[in-house]
């Protein structure tokens, strides 16, 4: 086999620069790529240079106690503007005696020819987190006047964080973005990514993606955009940019390693070939995935298996039996996996998601298989920095805090991004013997919008309740567009091949029932409502047994119970018009096996033989646990339960 190109390879490659749109070209020729080069946007100085000249009259009275530059740009721009009503040397003058703070090389290189040497720099890659980081640890800005050079549109998200902080901000605006004068180029491009004519587009501002998008309206081309986007290797130059691309619901599939126009075209072109072949793949893939091939009239083997048969509370010949966790770390399989990569990759791997649990379902013979994937990817296209840190488990770099960060949640218009999950539940209902039902599962709106405001696990949910009781409107905000999101999700995984599907509440239980009926309940009510027919859903959620009459209420053909209340009880508050699954204590398999047998004996008698239970535990399997104690419980449960 030959080695892939290390170059473009004559692909066509979209640009939107504006005044470096030469330099661009010339990279992406050099780098054996075909340049599709349209500026995007120009810069115009804002109409009103009022504020402008207030600032400076601020500065040199004494009135501003820090000034925070964004871009070179604006510095040049700002001194044109007061030219002809600040003495100059004298606001330079007055801007050497405050704090200052520079966002990146390009403000830094002018300030040092105006011979002002800057009291910090923040680092890269120079979002708003590392100027907010920054300050933290070298400036606290409580009670201090800040002055913010902006550009283009104002950055929300830095001046909430600098007031959250007790600073007062001050806006000085020096320009502003607007359509290049000859839209006939930018147009050309937009028809092109939307005939599907495009191999690969770079963003090297948001503002380029905001003005690509807006041309596609006024064409109306928007959807037909889109579209041509899911088929288009996109890279974006770093964080803020990616964040506005995923705002506007368009995939990145590629950054950097640094924020350089020179090194997104030098990286991509080395990659760019392969990640074209493979978005493309997946994307075929998701459209073919979305029409589930014809069965020719004949009822497929899994469709009458134990499983399923309880789902729909029909009589079976043994109960059956599958475990949350059922491929895990106390496999010596599994963790063989897990030495060569991380988790994440682990998840973003089908083939190997497959195996892994094939390989449980195989040896510990249960009667259904849920796909091997975790409750949290589907942060990361919503604009959530994730990951799992070994010890600490799942972190969130960017949490949703105020009011105002719901705003940057982005909810998902299509699944290309979690393309690999999809793949994994295809690959798992091809490797797995037909009359074994796959599983499907996504966080419920509670537990995802519970990380997300966390920025991973807690025991108060200080944060997860200050912000659900103090901005109730944000809060419902944030989770319809999780619950939105979850239905598209679950949707794409039963179109993929999935049996049934299980909606993981595992935070919801520090509510109290009337928080759950308000706050919850109708966001539940809707993905009960969103969700394909076709597949049961089974809801489960841990931790307060109060809430099981609202579950029940809130929908779900199967409601999982954990071990905290006697399944009899449970079931009879929940009504035998839903079946039920659970609930042994997971710690009961660390003990001996009369233990095993007896306390899975009162779970059973619990159920009193009633169709429609499906034997679970209460959570997940524990890591400790000895794999021949979880095969005991399989076979002690069919055993008992065979007709």
Known sequence: MSDPPKDFSQLNIV?????RAAEMMQLIKKRNGIPLVSPSLREVAVDEQRPVVDFANHLITGQIDAV?????????????????????????????????????????AVLRELGITPTLQVPEPNTWREVLATLDAHLPVTNLVVAVQEYGVPNVSLIAGLEARGARVVPVQVYRWALPEDLGPLEENVRRIAAGEVDACLFTSAQQAIHLVKVAENLQLASELHQGLRRTLVASIGPTTSEMLRKLSIAVDFEPSHGKMGQLVSELAAVASSLVVRKRTVFDKLVAL?????????????????FMKACRREPVPHTPIWLMRQAGRYMEEYRAVRAKMSFLELCKNPALCSEVMCTAVERLGVDAAIIFSDLLPILEPMGMELE????????????VREATDVDRVVE????????????TVAHTRRDLPEEIPVIGFAGAPFTLASYAIEGGGSRSFLHTKTLMYRESEAWHDLMQRLSRSIVLYLNAQIAAGAQAVQLFDSWVGCLSPADYRTFVMPHIQSIVEGLAPAAPLIHFATGNPALLPLMAEAGGDVIGVDWRIDLAEAW????????????????????????????????????????????????????????????????????????
């Open 388 to 399: 799992f840190t070994a010890g600490d488990g799942p972190k969130i770099d960017n949490p």
């Open 412 to 423: 998902l218009e299509n699944v290309d991004s979690l393309g690999f999950v999809m793949e």
């Open 290 to 306: 979305s029409t589930p091939p014809a069965t020719e009239g004949k009822t497929p083997a899994w469709y009458n298996s134990p």
């Open 572 to 643: 009879q508050t929940v009504g035998y018009d839903h079946a039920v699954q659970g609930n042994l204590d997971p710690l009961v398999l660390m003990a001996d096996r009369d233990t095993i047998r007896s306390r899975a004996e009162d779970v059973l008698q619990a159920a009193g033989n009633r169709p429609g239970h499906i034997f679970n535990l209460g959570h997940g399997v524990m890591p400790q646990t000895p794999v021949d104690n979880v095969r005991y419980l399989v076979d002690f449960v069919h055993e008992a339960t065979s007709k």
């Open 68 to 108: 925070l530059f964004l871009t070179g740009v604006g510095i040049r721009q700002m001194l044109d503007a007061l030219e002809r009503h600040v003495e100059r040397q004298r606001f330079l003058d007055a801007l050497s005696d405050v704090k200052t703070i520079v966002r990146g090389p390009k403000p830094l």
């Open 15 to 19: 640009a939107l620069e504006s005044r």
